[in-house]
């Protein structure tokens, strides 16, 4: 947020590709990490979205990704 009250954006946000792709909702260690709970160790989407406190779709686009 702009801390001067004339600022004619009000807020804006910063991306960085080093941590995180475009668009994405969880940073790429996320991913990685998403991706190995689901893939190499087995546990269902649900669970590891449950972990996180984030939707399902969350989870399942990066492992998608």
């Known amino acids: ?4 009250p004339t600022c004619a954006v009000g807020s804006f946000a910063e991306q960085d590709l080093s941590v995180a792709p475009e668009r994405a909702l969880l940073t790429s260690r996320a991913g990685r990490w998403v991706t ?3 893939g190499r160790l087995g546990r269902t989407v649900s669970e590891v979205a449950e972990e ?3 939707d399902w779709h969350t989870v399942n686009r990066e492992i998608v990704r």
């Open 1 to 4: 947020m702009c801390p001067r």
């Open 36 to 38: 190995e709970q689901v």
């Open 52 to 54: 996180l406190g984030c």
